[in-house]
């Protein structure tokens, strides 16, 4: 398994993420990932939280704690910390979050919420996928550090739960869908051999076990507007 470097900086946890091109099927998850993403975006500017180093594909500005992160990005990138923005009220369309809330303690995790609401116009968006493990995942992962096939688990805050993540979103954004991501196959994601990307189309077909939750919140434009879940326009 590629290497991560990582730290604790003001209580949170930042990385320098492991090489995802080194691992073929988790790369090809990773884009699939950015294509859903992408279908829900709204227009406009959109703003991208803790990206790692791959900033979404459209996304126009991201803040990274990271610092050698938001090097080389090929896009504005601001040294930041996603609890405290540094951005005027209402200034983007939408705002994104792949894969970090687990990284950052528990009681900071609505500020999060708060300040995307914040820096959102009244429309904007909210997508986020996290990683919400079900019983499969848990054990997997365990496996996989007493086999030694995973370096040191910096997950030190513990991963949300798939109603942990619903609410944190519901506390500030109306629900416009959300949807539960995983596959058995996800243990293949590891393998750096480049035949582990065959293995993508079964893994779309075998979406049935909890690893990552997907969730797109829509800012109220007015009090008391209320969108059906599952509404993607």
Not at 70 to 77: L, N, S, T
Request: charged content about 25%; proline content about 7%.
């Amino acid at each position: 398994m590629s290497h991560v470097d990582w730290a604790v900086q003001d209580g949170a946890v930042v990385e320098q993420p492991r090489d995802v091109q080194r691992h073929p099927l988790l790369a090809a998850i990773y884009e699939k990932h950015d294509e859903l993403i992408a279908d829900y975006l709204p227009g406009g500017e959109t703003l991208e939280l803790a990206f790692g180093q791959h900033i979404h594909p459209q996304a126009d500005v991201g803040t990274e704690a990271w610092r050698s992160n938001a090097v080389g990005v090929g896009r504005p990138a601001v040294l930041g910390d996603a609890r405290s923005l540094p951005f005027d009220d209402g200034v983007f369309d939408a705002v994104i979050g792949r894969r970090f809330l687990h990284h950052v303690p528990e009681q900071d995790r609505a500020d999060i919420l708060r300040e995307a609401h914040r820096v959102l116009k009244p429309d904007g968006r909210v997508i986020f996928v996290e990683g919400t493990p079900g019983l499969y995942r848990r054990l997997t992962k365990r496996a996989a550090f007493r086999l030694g096939l995973l370096e040191d688990d910096n997950d030190r805050y513990g991963h949300l739960s798939e109603s942990t993540v619903t609410d944190l979103v519901r506390t500030q954004f109306d629900l416009v869908t959300k949807r539960t991501l995983g596959s058995p196959l996800m243990l293949a994601s590891i393998a750096e051999s480049p035949l582990a990307a065959s293995l993508f189309p079964l893994y779309e077909r075998t979406q049935c076990v909890k690893w990552w939750t997907f969730i797109v919140g829509r800012k109220p434009a007015t009090p008391g507007s209320d969108p059906p879940l599952g509404s993607g326009d």
